[in-house]
C-alpha cells in the first residue's frame, strides 16, 4: 500500500497512522516519558488522555464509574460517545487510500465491532445490542454526510452508501419510542447531506439514551422485513438498491442475534443466509431476487401467518 502511495514510512506517516498508531502523529515533545507510540491504537485512544486527574485513582474500589468519568475518563459506558470514540477511525477513509492503495472500504457497525473487538469488560445487566446497533449506524449516517458536504469523499462510491443507510435509518420507525429521521430527500445533494447530518445526530442520541427492550429490537425487526416493496421500485438505481441491501441484512444479523434465544425466530436462519448471499456484490445486485428473499424471511418470522397462507393455498 505504501508504495502505491508513494509514502516513505507507513508506520511513522500521519496518512496512515492517524488510524493505525495515533500517537505517531504527536509531536514526541508533547508525548509523556511514558508513551508508547509504537503501540498502535492503545488505551488512551479509546478512553481519553491518562492525565493524573483520573488515572491514578480510578482503580479504587469505591470509585464508581461516575467519580471516574468526572475526573476525565471518557464515557464510554455512553453508546454515543463509543460510537462517536470508534466512528473515527472505522467508516471514513480518504478515497485515495482505497483507489489507489486498495486499502480495504469501511463500514462502521457498532455492535458486531464491539463484540469482534476482544473485549475486557460486561456490559451492564440491561445491555442490548440492537441499541448499540442503532446508535452506531446513525453516527455512521452522519459522519457520511459530514464526508460528502465537505467533499473529503469520493461521491460517486460514497453516494449510493450514504442514499442506503439513509433509506434504513428512515425505515426504522418505532414511533415514539424512537421515531425515523424524516424529511430528507435521498438525492444526493447539499440541503439532504445537511439534514441527514443533523437528524442522524438528533436519533443517535435519542437512540443511545432511552431504556431499550426486545420488544423494541423485534419492531425494527419487523419493519425491515417488510421493505421488500422498496427494492421493486423502478425509480431507485441498482447501486442505491445494492447499498440498502448491504446494510439491511447486517441490520437483520445484528437485531436478531441481540434478541435473547428464545425469542429468535427459528425459521429465520436459512432465508436470512440467502439475503446475505445476494447481498454480496454491489454489480451483479439483482433488486428483484434480494424482494422475493426477503418476503420469504418475513414469512419466516412469523410462522403462524406462514401456516394460515399455506393452508389458504
Ligand atoms: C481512517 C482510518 C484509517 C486510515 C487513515 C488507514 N487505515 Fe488501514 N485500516 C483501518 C481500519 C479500521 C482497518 C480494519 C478494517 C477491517 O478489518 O474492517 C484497517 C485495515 C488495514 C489493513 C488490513 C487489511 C486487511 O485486508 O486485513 C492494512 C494492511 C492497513 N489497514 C494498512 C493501512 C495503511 C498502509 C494505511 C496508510 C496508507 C492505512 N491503513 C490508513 C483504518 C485506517
Ligand atoms: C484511533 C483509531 C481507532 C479507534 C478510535 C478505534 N479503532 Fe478499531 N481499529 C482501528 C484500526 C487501525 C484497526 C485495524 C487494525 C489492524 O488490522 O492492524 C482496527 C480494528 C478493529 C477491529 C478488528 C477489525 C474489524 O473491523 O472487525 C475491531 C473489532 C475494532 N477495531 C473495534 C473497535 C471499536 C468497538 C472501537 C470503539 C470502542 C474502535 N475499534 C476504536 C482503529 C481504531
Ligand atoms: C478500541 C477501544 C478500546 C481500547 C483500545 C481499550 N478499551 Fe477499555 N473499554 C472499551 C470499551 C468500549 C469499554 C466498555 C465501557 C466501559 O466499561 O467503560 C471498555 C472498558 C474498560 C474497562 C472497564 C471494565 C469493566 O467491565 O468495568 C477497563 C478496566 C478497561 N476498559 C481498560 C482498558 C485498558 C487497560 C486498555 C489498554 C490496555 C483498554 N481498556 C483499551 C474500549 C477500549
Redesign the pocket.
Known sequence: ??EA?K?DN?TK?A??????APLQTVEPTFLAANAHPEDGVSCVTCHGVSTDDWLRSHTRPDWTHQDRVAAGMRDLRNLYIRANSCV???????PQ?VKV?R??Q??FELDGQAVSEPKHWTEAANWQGGQAWFVGQAVALREMSWALAHERTDADLDAPRWAGLLWLLQRCDAGDALPPIAAVSNEASQASYAGAMDQADVIARRGAEITWSSDLTKTLVKKLAATHPDFLDAATAQPVQARRAERLVLALDRLLASLPVAQRPPAAGAPLDKLFQLAQSVPDFSPKDFARELAAFEMALNPVADAKVASRD
Do not use: K, R, V, W
Open positions: 500500500m505504501a502511495l509514502i507507513p506517516s496518512t496512515c497512522a492517524a488510524c493505525h473515527a477511525c472505522h467508516q471514513n477513509i480518504d487510500l492503495g486499502h480495504p469501511l463500514i
